[in-house]
Structure formats: C-alpha cells, structure tokens
C-alpha cells in the first residue's frame, strides 16, 4: 500500500544520518553528565558538542541554550520562568490570538495568580499588526509573546519589527519558533529576541527533546527546585540521545537550509497550483507569500476536515486537519477562525505539510486521490450542489 507522509507540521521524520549520531549513546551514553569521571566527561562533551550546532543553528551563543524535553516546554519555560524572575516590573503580557496551545493555556494560568494579559487579533492573513503592539504596550507591560511563525496556517510573522518595539521600550520579547526554527533562517542577533523555543522533531529531530534560547543577560528562574543549573535539560539528567540528536539535526538543517527549503517549496507550489486547478470551494488559508516552505493550509466548503484525513488515510496520505494539538478535537481551529473564516468553513480545514522526504510522485497521487474524495464526502451534504 502506498505511504505519504504529509504531516511533517505535527513531527518530521528522523534523518538517517540524526539515527546514526544517536546510537552510539544508545549504548554507551549512560554516564551522568555533571561526574568527573570517564563516563560523565563523553557524555559532558557530546552535551557541548550539541548545544554548540543548536546554538549555531539560530546564530546564538551555547551558553544562551538550554535544553527542555520539547517546544511546549521550552514555552512553558520561557513565560513563567522570565515573568517570575522579572515579577518587580510588571504584570501585564501581550500576545495573540493564534498562538499555540503551549502559549495561551500557560498565559490562562498565570491570569489566575494576578498576571494581565493583552490578546491581539490578527489580520485575514493571519499577521499581528507591530502597531497594535506598540498601542498595547502600558507602564505594566513586561512582556510580549508573539510566534514567529504559525504551524497550522504558515504565515511568518514580522518578529523583526515586534522586536525593535520591545527593544525600544525595554519589554522582553519571548518567540515560539517552534515551526519555524530548522524550517527557515532564523538568526537572534538579527531579530531583537530575549527567548525562543524550538523543538527537534521539527527539523528531522528526535521527538522528545526540544530548547530555549535565553539571551545573556536574562534572568529565568526553574519552575521548581531540583538542582537546576542553567543549560540543563529540564531540572534533572540530560536526555544525552535526545541532545546529539537534535544537535545533529541541527547541523544538517543549517548546511542544508537553501537546498531544503526550495525543494519543498517548489513541491507545495505544485500541489497548491493542482489542488485549485481541480476543484471548486476550496481557500487557502494564511499568508499568499510571506509562509512556511512547506505549508498548504486550505479550507475546503461543504466538507470536514476529519472525514477528508479519514479517507485520506485509507488510501495512504496522512495529513492534519489542524495542528497537533487540535486534530483530535471536532472544534473549529481557533487560528483560522481568528482570521475572520466562518466557523462552518473553518471546519473543513486541512493542512498538508510538505517535508524533505516527500517527492513529486506523492504530490501527484495526492492530485489523484484528493478530488473524487471531496466530492465523495460533498454528496453527502444537504448543502452541496455540484457545479453551484
């Protein structure tokens, strides 16, 4: 039966050479980091080694990264940690309505211990205006959290511009990179950050493993006490195969940036130009140009976005009806739906996203199974009238 992976936006397939670093430590990376002896010193060194192409990877400092256990760690981190450690100079946050779930449900938490949050609303493209951000801003402000990139819609966010704004007001700036990080250029000395997070399985990574960039001088404070040390992984015992993976997937996502994101491009170019070519009702979601190489988030009329994955799926083609943390719930996703689509519409989202694995052979069988499929579920709609 034929497999099409095009779900990379929930997690990327392992490169094989991320498999090969990671094995040896599979064996003989026991050896607790923080020990002097033999053991701990490989291990200590590979820790170095990785956080070293990590750092590479966004033009940062290795002792700016931390390691967490994945992207919605390093938000949770990030938020509570900073906010914590810089309580004095405010209570008041804003960030937007289309953030992950590892952003908003954190920030919904901290509202409850007395923090003020400031939810800005996006255009139809999804894009926070950096002018709402800088009328936002109040003597209270301590912080602003907007994504640099959107997993589900793809559009990329003008973090330059935030950034120069928080600069300018002395207000940290803290970015989920998460999608974006591995995927496109992402350089810290050329945006104004002061947190990032980024996970591994993003960019042909292992799952599981994930980091933080705090910029010198930030101070972040552990959301509990258990022998922290700044660059840890989490509070306890490095995830040392995790690490050397992501370390390298790093490595290979910097060498191979240009070459895999105009591979992908191109490819979901092809399957966008086919899609609208073939079928009638169906609207892409996010911004026309200025998105993710890989993303093709559409809203298809008079159908569910989880009936299409169901036959999808059948027929080989795994794709998203929305990001991974929504895809099993039958509300409409709150990222397109803050774009001002209708709820009914929003329903029949589905993403496809493309990764360096896929071929034109996939895009081509998807051009092939996709439309009798639609029109399979629209016969089943009261709404539905064809040629309407």
């Given at each position: 039966m034929t497999k099409i992976?095009?779900?990379?936006?929930?997690?990327t397939p392992i490169h094989p050479k991320v498999v090969e670093a990671m094995m040896p430590f599979l064996k003989d990376g026991f050896g607790n980091p923080s020990?002097?002896?033999?053991?701990?010193?490989?291990?200590?060194?590979a820790l170095q080694a990785a956080r070293e192409q990590v750092a590479h990877l966004i033009n940062a400092k290795p002792k700016e990264i931390i390691f967490t256990s994945s992207g919605t760690e390093a938000n949770n981190f990030a938020l509570k940690g900073i906010l914590a450690a810089h309580k004095k100079k405010g209570n008041h946050i804003i960030t937007s309505e289309i953030e992950h779930f590892s952003v908003l449900n954190p920030l919904k938490s901290l509202e409850k211990s007395g923090y003020s949050v400031t939810c800005l609303p996006v255009d139809k493209y999804g894009v926070v205006n950096p002018d709402d951000v800088k009328k936002a801003i109040t003597p209270t402000t301590t912080m602003v959290s907007i994504m640099y990139a959107n997993g589900e819609i793809g559009t990329i966010e003008p973090v330059k511009e935030i950034?120069?704004?928080?600069?300018?007001k002395g207000i940290l700036f803290h970015t989920d990179a998460v999608a974006a990080?591995?995927?496109?250029?992402?350089?810290?000395?050329?945006?104004?950050?002061?947190?990032?997070s980024m996970s591994a399985n993003q960019f042909s990574g292992p799952s599981g493993i994930g980091a933080l960039y705090v910029r010198e001088g930030v101070r972040i404070l552990p959301s509990w006490r258990a022998g922290y040390r700044r660059g840890a992984a989490g509070q306890g015992t490095e995830n040392i195969v995790g690490i050397v993976g992501m370390g390298k997937a790093a490595e290979l996502a910097k060498a191979e940036m240009t070459q895999r994101m105009d591979k992908v491009q191109n490819l979901r170019n092809q399957l966008r130009d086919g899609i609208v070519k073939n079928m009638s009702h169906v609207y892409i979601n996010g911004h026309p140009l200025n998105r993710l190489p890989g993303n093709l988030s559409l809203c298809i009329e008079y159908i569910e976005g989880e009936s299409v994955l169901l036959f999808l799926d059948m027929q080989g083609i795994a794709i998203s009806s929305g990001s991974a943390c929504t895809s099993r719930s039958l509300k409409a996703s709150h990222v397109i739906t803050a774009t001002g689509v209708d709820a009914a519409l929003a329903q029949g989202a589905v993403l496809f996203s493309l990764g360096i694995d896929n071929s034109a052979d996939d895009v081509n069988y998807i051009l092939e199974k996709l439309p009798p499929t639609v029109e399979r579920l629209r016969q089943m709609s009261p709404l539905y009238t064809k040629g309407k």
């Amino acid at each position: 039966m034929t497999k099409i992976y095009m779900d990379n936006a929930s997690g990327t397939p392992i490169h094989p050479k991320v498999v090969e670093a990671m094995m040896p430590f599979l064996k003989d990376g026991f050896g607790n980091p923080s020990n002097l002896h033999q053991f701990g010193r490989a291990t200590n060194e590979a820790l170095q080694a990785a956080r070293e192409q990590v750092a590479h990877l966004i033009n940062a400092k290795p002792k700016e990264i931390i390691f967490t256990s994945s992207g919605t760690e390093a938000n949770n981190f990030a938020l509570k940690g900073i906010l914590a450690a810089h309580k004095k100079k405010g209570n008041h946050i804003i960030t937007s309505e289309i953030e992950h779930f590892s952003v908003l449900n954190p920030l919904k938490s901290l509202e409850k211990s007395g923090y003020s949050v400031t939810c800005l609303p996006v255009d139809k493209y999804g894009v926070v205006n950096p002018d709402d951000v800088k009328k936002a801003i109040t003597p209270t402000t301590t912080m602003v959290s907007i994504m640099y990139a959107n997993g589900e819609i793809g559009t990329i966010e003008p973090v330059k511009e935030i950034g120069a704004i928080t600069k300018e007001k002395g207000i940290l700036f803290h970015t989920d990179a998460v999608a974006a990080t591995g995927n496109i250029p992402v350089d810290v000395r050329g945006v104004p950050v002061d947190a990032l997070s980024m996970s591994a399985n993003q960019f042909s990574g292992p799952s599981g493993i994930g980091a933080l960039y705090v910029r010198e001088g930030v101070r972040i404070l552990p959301s509990w006490r258990a022998g922290y040390r700044r660059g840890a992984a989490g509070q306890g015992t490095e995830n040392i195969v995790g690490i050397v993976g992501m370390g390298k997937a790093a490595e290979l996502a910097k060498a191979e940036m240009t070459q895999r994101m105009d591979k992908v491009q191109n490819l979901r170019n092809q399957l966008r130009d086919g899609i609208v070519k073939n079928m009638s009702h169906v609207y892409i979601n996010g911004h026309p140009l200025n998105r993710l190489p890989g993303n093709l988030s559409l809203c298809i009329e008079y159908i569910e976005g989880e009936s299409v994955l169901l036959f999808l799926d059948m027929q080989g083609i795994a794709i998203s009806s929305g990001s991974a943390c929504t895809s099993r719930s039958l509300k409409a996703s709150h990222v397109i739906t803050a774009t001002g689509v209708d709820a009914a519409l929003a329903q029949g989202a589905v993403l496809f996203s493309l990764g360096i694995d896929n071929s034109a052979d996939d895009v081509n069988y998807i051009l092939e199974k996709l439309p009798p499929t639609v029109e399979r579920l629209r016969q089943m709609s009261p709404l539905y009238t064809k040629g309407k």
